[in-house]
């Protein structure tokens, strides 16, 4: 008795070593085979083992579902000794078998279908391409153009606005309120001159004189309160 269990586990140390050998199969699926097989308890306690120590692992394997694995299980699970070898040890059998997996030719099918319709978007750009040139090259031809003309348009009415904002601003307000008010000193001189140059009559003297002077002075106030002002 102590014989037959000693065999099952050098069994057991033996199919791992021939899993190991072919390192471009995926790890679960290196382990399902034997997963399918009976266990000894010498076996369940070298496996707990290595699952203890993941870091000898070469790497993590992508996390299943048990509804997939369970899938994969009962594909596994009426295939004899024999066939899990072969799956092990041959390449086109175990690709042949991973893709009869109904989840592998999901993912396939997924694939071509992307694939199908990336090739048509591609195609479908290809064929805007001329539409696109042309549309490019109105819009040079608008930017060289018609845009030139608007912008020198926009320049022009900046300026206007410019000289508007300008011409109506505090400082140009009391320049212009000081402007006139020259003008209109120097009318009264020329009035005053007249009148002693006997070119005009007194009554007449005495009315322009009197309208001149009540511009004069209210343009003054004004010029005051604008010079004292804030905005000023």
Not at 64 to 76: D, Q, T, Y
Not at 148 to 172: C, H, W
């Amino acid at each position: 008795m102590f014989k037959f269990w000693g065999s099952q586990e050098q069994q057991a140390q033996q199919c791992p070593q021939e899993g190991s050998s072919h390192s471009w199969y995926p790890p679960s699926v290196v382990s399902s085979p034997s997963s399918s097989r009976p266990t000894t308890p010498s076996s369940s306690a070298s496996n707990s083992f290595n699952l203890q120590r993941p870091a000898e692992r070469p790497h993590s394997p992508t996390p299943v579902s048990p509804a997939e694995a369970a899938g994969i299980i009962a594909l596994l699970k009426d295939k004899s000794v024999d066939e899990l070898r072969k799956l092990l040890s041959d390449k086109d059998a175990y690709n042949q078998f991973l893709l009869s997996v109904d989840q592998v030719k999901i993912q396939n099918n997924i694939r071509d279908e992307l694939r199908k319709e990336t090739l048509q978007l591609a195609r479908n750009n290809l064929d805007k391409e001329p539409r696109i040139m042309e549309l490019r090259n109105q819009c040079r031809i608008i930017r060289t153009t018609e845009l030139a003309t608007a912008q020198e348009k926009l320049n022009e009415l900046e300026r206007q606005k410019e000289e508007i904002l300008k011409y109506y601003s505090p400082a140009s307000f009391i320049h212009r309120l000081q402007d006139a008010m020259n003008e209109t000193e120097e009318e009264l001189e020329a009035l005053h001159r007249q009148l002693l140059d006997r070119e005009m009559d007194l009554g007449t003297f005495v009315q322009k004189y009197k309208k001149l002077r009540t511009t004069y002075h209210r343009r003054a106030l004004i010029h005051l309160a604008a010079k004292t002002s804030p905005i000023g």
